[in-house]
């Protein structure tokens, strides 16, 4: 078998541990950077860590612990307010790679074949800093990828802002153009973080320009995070965001956990959706009724047809709650959206535990992963943040079997 970890966070790999051991000697000099992470983390989480304690207190590495794992289910703020602790202990250097080679030889005395580790470009950097930092990372992945049993590549994660995307995205061209010894080395680009308020329709343009120097130079994969987070909006938006990620044409699709949630997970949630968002999605149905019939979408076009009308006179969000009539309609669109997807080929990046405690799943049998295999869309498997998860390759792996498996007892 082939171990091959396909969407992974390079820093997320960092254990409770491995971030003891860092702060242990320089925390002091982080201060700065640790109130920073002390002050957004009281404001997801309920409470002010006292972080000096890690490194003073006889408990200290229970006490990071506790903050830094996510062992339980919650929002992408709260995540976000635990990574939080690695940018503050292990700012990105253009002249130190000491962390990075760290994790990349833990994970191949892990049995890892295949890391494809994402990382990025810091928004600080200026192009010179940038140029440095790819090129001190790209010399230590290539002699790492010698010495070591387990081939490492690089996807850098572009920030959700278009005109950063842009830049760090020309940057990393402009590096390969010079150095296409590492064109192997640097497999992609993918979008990350918060999806919040940048929904893949305003990516088209951007996509497109990647796509065009694709055809002229070794293509680099587009990766994409969609459907990971939507507290802002409903089921059947969040499903529409992913597949207008999949229209854009990209490589492979990031969690999609929209798609594939069983509705029946969000049952007694309310959400309030903002006017614009909620309806785009009705327009969208309408623009794509063809081809959503077409797939045997069963949807009540005379309901959808009035709520369409009564929202075009009308400014006000929409509240939405996950009704029988509602999540009948969520179950279709899924439907649909899934058979295209799998007609298409598209690959979907799967993981489970991320999935599970970010989607806030409340029983297995409500698992994206259930709905990818039901309906035969491609998946690979990634740890995502195997270090704030407390997961392994090996533990990921079995989890996403025992899913399929249950998949398969639901069909049967
Ligand atoms: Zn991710």
Same mark, same amino acid.
Not at 159 to 165: D, I, P, S, Y
Not at 285 to 308: H, S
């Given at each position: 078998?082939?171990?091959?970890?396909?969407?992974?966070?390079?820093?997320?790999?960092?254990?409770?541990?491995?971030?003891?051991?860092?702060?242990?000697? #320089?925390?002091?000099?982080?201060?700065?950077?640790?109130?920073?992470?002390?002050?957004?983390?009281?404001?997801?989480?309920?409470?002010?860590?006292?972080?000096? =304690?890690?490194?003073?207190?006889?408990?200290?590495?229970?006490?990071?612990?506790?903050?830094?794992?996510?062992? &339980?289910?919650?929002?992408?703020?709260?995540?976000?307010?635990?990574?939080?602790? $690695?940018?503050?202990?292990?700012?990105?250097?253009? &002249?130190?790679?000491?962390?990075?080679?760290?994790?990349?030889?833990?994970?191949?005395?892990?049995?890892?074949?295949?890391?494809?580790?994402?990382?990025?470009?810091?928004?600080?950097?200026?192009?010179?800093?940038?140029?440095?930092?790819?090129?001190?990372?790209?010399?230590?992945?290539?002699?790492?990828?010698?010495?070591?049993?387990?081939?490492?590549?690089?996807?850098?994660?572009?920030?959700?802002?278009?005109?950063?995307?842009?830049?760090?995205?020309?940057?990393?061209?402009?590096?390969?153009?010079?150095?296409?010894?590492?064109? =192997?080395?640097?497999?992609?680009?993918?979008?990350?973080?918060? &999806?919040?308020?940048?929904?893949?329709?305003?990516?088209?343009?951007?996509?497109?320009? $990647?796509?065009?120097?694709?055809?002229?130079?070794?293509?680099?994969?587009?990766?994409?995070?969609?459907? &990971?987070?939507?507290?802002?909006?409903?089921?059947?938006?969040?499903?529409?965001?992913?597949?207008?990620?999949?229209?854009?044409?990209?490589?492979?699709?990031?969690?999609?956990?929209?798609?594939?949630?069983?509705?029946?997970?969000?049952?007694?949630?309310?959400?309030?959706?903002?006017?614009?968002?909620?309806?785009?999605?009705?327009?969208?149905?309408? #623009?794509?009724?063809?081809?959503?019939?077409?797939?045997?979408?069963?949807?009540?076009?005379?309901?959808?047809?009035?709520?369409?009308?009564?929202?075009?006179?009308?400014?006000?969000?929409?509240?939405?709650?996950?009704?029988?009539?509602?999540?009948?309609?969520?179950?279709?669109?899924?439907?649909?959206?899934?058979?295209?997807?799998?007609?298409?080929?598209?690959?979907?990046?799967?993981?489970?535990?991320? #999935?599970?405690?970010?989607?806030?799943?409340?029983?297995?049998?409500?698992?994206?992963?259930?709905?990818?295999?039901?309906?035969?869309?491609?998946?690979?498997?990634?740890?995502?943040?195997?270090?704030?998860?407390?997961?392994?390759?090996?533990?990921?792996?079995?989890?996403?079997?025992?899913?399929?498996?249950?998949?398969?007892?639901?069909?049967?």
């Amino acid at each position: 078998m082939l171990n091959q970890d396909l969407h992974v966070h390079l820093h997320g790999c960092l254990k409770a541990e491995d971030l003891w051991t860092i702060g242990k000697d #320089n925390y002091k000099n982080q201060a700065q950077q640790l109130d920073w992470y002390a002050d957004e983390f009281s404001k997801h989480c309920g409470y002010k860590p006292d972080y000096q =304690n890690y490194w003073r207190s006889e408990n200290g590495l229970s006490l990071l612990k506790k903050d830094f794992e996510m062992l &339980e289910s919650g929002n992408f703020s709260q995540f976000q307010a635990k990574f939080n602790l $690695i940018i503050a202990l292990c700012p990105l250097s253009f &002249e130190n790679f000491y962390v990075q080679e760290k994790i990349i030889r833990q994970q191949a005395a892990s049995g890892l074949n295949l890391f494809e580790a994402r990382t990025l470009i810091p928004f600080s950097f200026t192009s010179d800093q940038a140029y440095r930092y790819l090129k001190g990372l790209c010399q230590l992945v290539s002699n790492l990828n010698s010495e070591l049993p387990m081939e490492t590549r690089l996807v850098f994660s572009l920030f959700r802002q278009n005109h950063l995307a842009l830049k760090h995205y020309l940057w990393i061209k402009d590096f390969l153009f010079h150095h296409p010894v590492y064109t =192997n080395l640097i497999s992609g680009i993918d979008f990350a973080y918060d &999806e919040k308020g940048f929904p893949p329709s305003s990516k088209i343009n951007l996509i497109q320009k $990647i796509k065009q120097d694709n055809l002229k130079s070794k293509p680099l994969k587009i990766l994409y995070h969609v459907g &990971e987070s939507f507290e802002d909006k409903g089921l059947l938006s969040a499903t529409r965001w992913v597949f207008e990620a999949f229209l854009l044409g990209v490589d492979r699709l990031g969690h999609a956990i929209a798609l594939g949630v069983d509705p029946e997970n969000y049952q007694n949630i309310k959400v309030e959706e903002a006017h614009d968002e909620y309806f785009q999605t009705l327009k969208f149905l309408f #623009n794509n009724r063809n081809l959503l019939f077409e797939y045997g979408f069963t949807a009540d076009w005379q309901m959808l047809t009035e709520e369409k009308d009564f929202f075009s006179k009308n400014q006000s969000s929409k509240i939405i709650s996950y009704t029988d009539n509602y999540k009948a309609l969520c179950r279709d669109f899924q439907r649909v959206v899934g058979r295209i997807l799998k007609e298409k080929r598209a690959i979907i990046e799967c993981c489970p535990t991320s #999935n599970k405690r970010l989607a806030q799943i409340k029983y297995p049998k409500f698992h994206p992963i259930l709905f990818f295999a039901k309906n035969k869309i491609s998946t690979v498997l990634g740890t995502d943040d195997p270090g704030v998860f407390c997961v392994t390759y090996e533990s990921e792996y079995s989890y996403k079997k025992s899913l399929e498996e249950l998949s398969f007892s639901f069909t049967a």
